[in-house]
């Protein structure tokens, strides 16, 4: 060390000789020596604050000379703010050993590098105490910019760790949202939910409609002003033409675009303005980001979100997560697209195979078809009736395995094979049963499916006689006129395609049952008795029970009043359902010499119930309600 003023130690007269050295070192050079090795800034300073000593690493850390700093006031020349700008003396935490405390520690000051330059540095200041009394303070002091510059690296990559985690977290909330099976509309309104006041204050979705120029404003949603967004949904009147071009280029592009409230508000030429302008009339803000909603080359609307207030412009970040998010709901709202064509194939079809009844004399008969709620809302279920070559009237319930396209095609090979073969074989309903399992499983890929066919045998008014088989199907019902039901159990045999597929050899015995007059026969699928909620044995009895009722209640109405009060007491759910009811008239009407006119058949029924209008047959749907209005309708 160059000591300027070598007040380092002192030497005691009456040493013995020896005594201050260490091995043979003076104890004056051995302190130089580890002061100059010390790895570490020394300053010693005397009362007054002025630098008696500078050792040589300290010299280093501040590109200064010892010569150059001392008797210069330590906290004047090196203790600085981190802009460089001086540190008041009152404030001066190094200089508080002089006058009172102990030591001091710390790492938040910084000193002047001769360069201009400050350098951070943790540090100690310790007095310095000759015979009882102050006499200064030693400073020790390192460079501290290598250990902040890893502490602050650390404190970066934590905040960027914990932003990309909640980017993560609302990413996962909205492919939840999305993946929901209600409506679209309920789903983009659940959408901004999430988005607001998460990624911005407010929020809209505008899809294109039908018509070219116009957008449909299906949901807004703000933070700020909740009533107000909520009356600016509805139809985006009718574009101008630069406006139509600008929305075709952002629904049309893949990138977002960025709106400034500025521009949308006093600039006339602006094109977006014609539909944007009035959200931020109403809703505030300063900017917002405008992405697409668009995938597989289709584009379906606009998902802007605007920032207010002292919240800051969106960031590239966020800006990328909103396109992120608007590519997600294109694909949505494609799938849906794709799903209801689907579901319209798929219904006209079916449609199409649930044909009219027939209505003979004074017999009548009604259908249903119930849809099941999820999947392709269509499937295997079907009902038939029609009259055979030797004037007998066919009757026919079935389910084919599966809920889609394919089970409702597959239900139209085993429907036909069936009519084709109940017409060509004048013959027991065992025979023909074992016909069609042949003829499914040699000449259709169908899967198995259960059936129940029948023949309503007996002359004109009566009596009549039910010959059937039952291959795997839940039974017939049979309900009097008194309420009494009796489930027709006779003519069991295995599922069409499995005796035959397996080779098991088994067959379908013939099963007979007198009509009562006034009787009614219900056909029915297991959707009708069966659900997850309720097994198939309450479910019966449930069925059992409400015929019955009906059937005392109902006296003297029409089939089909009691086939849709029927349906309303059990509201099936879940399954599709199918039902054939035939109701019998009383013993001698439509016999030879009567002359009472048959009952009016479904096709003369009243315009005041227009779902009536197919004759003797009609598609019955369960209730939908719309509840997305009411979810946006909550604060």
Known sequence: MRAVRPRWTSHRQDEEPGHGEADGVPEAEFAREVLRDLGAGVLTLDTAGRVTSVNPWAERLLGRSAREMAGQDAHDLLHRNADGSRVPRERCTLRRPLYQAPAEEGSEEYFLRADGTTVPIIWTTTPLIRNGRRAGLVVVFHDFTLHRSAVEDTAARTAALETLTTRLHLLAEVSTVLITTESTQGTIRRLLRLLVPELGQWAAVDVCSAQRDVLERVAVRSSEHPHRARRLRGPVTSLPEPARVAVNRLINGDRPVRLTGDELLHDPDEPLAATHRVLFERLGGHTAVAVPLRTRGRSYGILTVARTGDSPAHTDAETALLADIGRRVGLVMDNARLYHEQQNV????????????????????????????????????????????????????????????????????????????????????????????????????????????ARVEGPEGGPWQLHWVNAGHPPPLLVMRDG????????????????????????????????????????????????????????????????????????????????????????????????????????????????????????????????????????????????????????
């Open 346 to 453: 798929a219904e006209t079809m079916q449609r199409q195979l649930l044909t009219p009844l027939p209505q003979v004399n004074h017999v009548r008969m009604a259908a249903r078809y119930w849809p099941a709620e999820s999947a392709m809302e269509v499937g295997g279920d079907w009902y038939d009736a029609f009259l055979l070559g030797d004037g007998v009237m066919a009757l026919v319930i079935g389910d084919v395995v599966g809920h889609d396209l394919k089970a409702a095609a597959h239900m139209a090979e085993v429907r036909n094979m069936l009519r084709a073969l109940a017409w060509d074989h004048q013959e027991p309903p065992s025979l023909v049963m074992h016909r069609l399992d042949e003829a499914v499983t040699n000449t259709s890929d169908a899967p198995m499916a259960t059936v129940v066919f």
């Open 484 to 635: 009494e039901t009796r489930f027709l159990e006779g003519g069991h045999g295995p599922l069409i395609g499995m005796s035959a597929t397996l080779r098991l050899g088994l067959d379908w015995p013939d099963a007979r049952e007198d009509l009562p007059p006034e009787s009614i026969l219900l056909l029915y699928t297991d959707g009708l008795v069966e659900s997850r909620a309720r097994p198939i044995d309450l479910g019966m009895a449930k069925l059992r029970h409400h015929a019955g009722v009906l059937a005392r209640r109902l006296a003297g109405r029409s089939i089909d009043d009691f086939c849709d009060e029927l349906l309303a007491r059990i509201a099936p759910r879940g399954d599709d359902v199918a039902l054939l009811a035939l109701g019998l008239p009383a013993a001698g009407v439509g016999a030879p010499g009567d002359t009472r006119p048959p009952p009016p058949d479904q096709s003369t029924c009243s315009p005041a119930d227009p779902e009536r209008a197919a004759p003797g047959s009609r598609m019955q749907e369960p209730e939908v309600l719309d509840t997305t209005h009411d979810e946006a309708e909550e604060v």
